[in-house]
């Protein structure tokens, strides 16, 4: 039987636009279907307009520390508008590179949506229909809110990056690390920042140490973070919103936005229709290959729900290729994966958390937490963490948790060391580089604890 095309990706992101170019260049026909930007939630409205976010709302911070530091520097105000029409213009750029990588390696692209029709046919919006001897799904997922009374009042991630001005006041629901990361940036910009989250602490399934500093410390700066709240219904003020709390009280804010949970974009592909299965949550199962239970249906990505991380979609994208057309069965790596969370303070984290390595075997911990030479000698009061867990039995470094400013350039290096199966005494025969935050990694004598 002939096929359109060898593969049909669907979804134009990060993992779709790698797998698509680099099944190209191995001489494989291949079409793309993307029914919004090209560049998926991490170009578009995710990691790269939420960085460029982090790094204009540091700036503010900035200026108090250059005075301290003897410059003759006054404080401005921050333009929203400014900010955001370049913001616009460098996501743009971003886009037209994505589509360029696809049209120079002779992909062809459709700016529609793709349904599946049956094991090998796609039909795209516009009513024709595409067949394909293998058919990727890279579809990605979606911030949801989470079913209350009035929330159609709120906005949620997607919605952030295009507001026509900038709020007065925000209450941010949630407490992972979008919802942490947007508190202080909201924060950074001027903006009076409230955070509930109806946990004990943020940024749960992190480790404990680091993420109860992160959270002390983002109090320190200004959010008013609210433990074990949550928000019960909102309702219409005028030009504000009425927020009622499950303690009870009621509180007026400008703007709402909940980051509360984000869900695989699977739905009305009619992929269950064709025998591809979903899990609880919608997310397309896949077995270590990416392989669906339908044969020639693979998926990758935040659509199948395992480690929603751009990088680890492309490297998904990757082991895809290697596996179908290349004939080298590869299975993406998920163990052991650097993550850095763009707090203010940054933590940067590889490796088990102190408290999910103790439940494993016995351990130790090193930990130094200390105020940092630029930050003291501007008379600020913020204190970083470096800290490191072993294994007793082998001596390797089980965990690595930074929090620190540049937390997630330390970790990407930190993170070589932990794949590579570093001990304590690996870490400790290397030089300190000083003067630097790090050279703590190195330099720990004594663990805190043991247990």
């Not at 979008?178 to 943020?202: H, L, P």
């Not at 499950?246 to 949970?261: I, N, P, R, S, W």
């Amino acid at each position: 039987m002939s096929f359109d095309y060898d593969l049909f990706v669907i979804g134009g992101g990060s993992g779709g636009v790698r797998a698509a170019r680099v099944a190209a260049q191995e001489g494989v026909k291949v079409a793309l279907a993307e029914e919004d930007r090209y560049g998926g939630t991490c170009v578009i409205r995710g990691c790269v307009p939420k960085k460029l976010m982090v790094f204009a709302s540091e700036y503010s911070s900035m200026v108090s520390d250059a005075q301290a530091y003897g410059w003759d520097i006054q404080p401005g105000a921050f333009s929203w508008d400014n900010f955001r029409t370049k913001m616009y213009a460098e996501l743009d750029r971003l886009e037209n590179i994505y589509r360029g990588i696809l049209k120079n390696n002779g992909v062809e692209s459709f700016d529609h949506r793709a349904t599946v029709v049956d094991a090998h046919t796609v039909e795209l919006s516009d009513g024709t229909r595409k067949t394909a001897k293998h058919i990727l799904l890279a579809a990605g997922g979606r911030p949801v809110k989470p079913g209350i009374p009035g929330e159609e009042l709120a906005i949620t991630s997607n919605e952030i990056f295009h507001l026509d001005k900038l709020p007065e006041t925000i209450l941010i629901v949630g407490g992972g690390y979008i919802a942490s990361e947007f508190a202080g940036i909201m924060n950074g910009m001027g903006v009076k920042t409230t955070q509930f989250y109806r946990g004990e602490q943020i940024l749960r399934g992190f480790d404990n140490e680091a993420r109860t500093l992160v959270a002390d410390e983002m109090i320190a700066k200004g959010i008013d973070l609210q433990l074990g709240t949550n928000v019960v219904e909102m309702t219409n003020a005028g030009d504000q919103i009425r927020v009622l709390d499950t303690h009870g009280k009621e509180h007026l804010f400008d703007q709402v936005m909940f980051a509360t949970g984000r869900v695989p974009n699977s739905d009305s592909l009619g992929l269950e229709e064709v025998g591809v299965k979903l899990g609880r949550k919608g997310e397309v199962q896949v077995d270590d290959y990416g392989q669906t239970a339908v044969p020639s249906i693979f998926a990758v990505g935040d659509i199948t729900d395992r480690v929603n991380l751009t990088p680890v979609a492309i490297r998904e994208g990757m082991a895809f290729v290697e596996t179908v057309f290349k004939g080298n069965p590869t299975k993406p790596d998920h163990e052991l994966i650097p993550t850095a969370i763009f707090t203010q303070p940054e933590m940067g984290t590889v490796g088990l958390s102190e408290e999910d390595a103790r439940a494993q075997e016995p351990i130790e911990v090193y930990s130094a937490s200390f105020k940092p030479m630029q930050q003291s000698f501007a008379g600020r009061s913020e204190r970083v963490l470096m800290k490191l867990v072993i294994s007793q039995a082998t001596r390797k470094v089980l965990g690595c948790h930074i929090v620190a400013p540049g937390a997630g350039e330390m970790i990407q290096l930190a993170g070589i060391a932990v794949k590579m199966g570093a001990t304590k005494e690996d870490f400790d025969r290397t030089v300190a580089v000083h003067p630097t935050m790090s050279e703590e990694l190195v330099t720990m004598k004594s663990p805190t604890r043991t247990s």
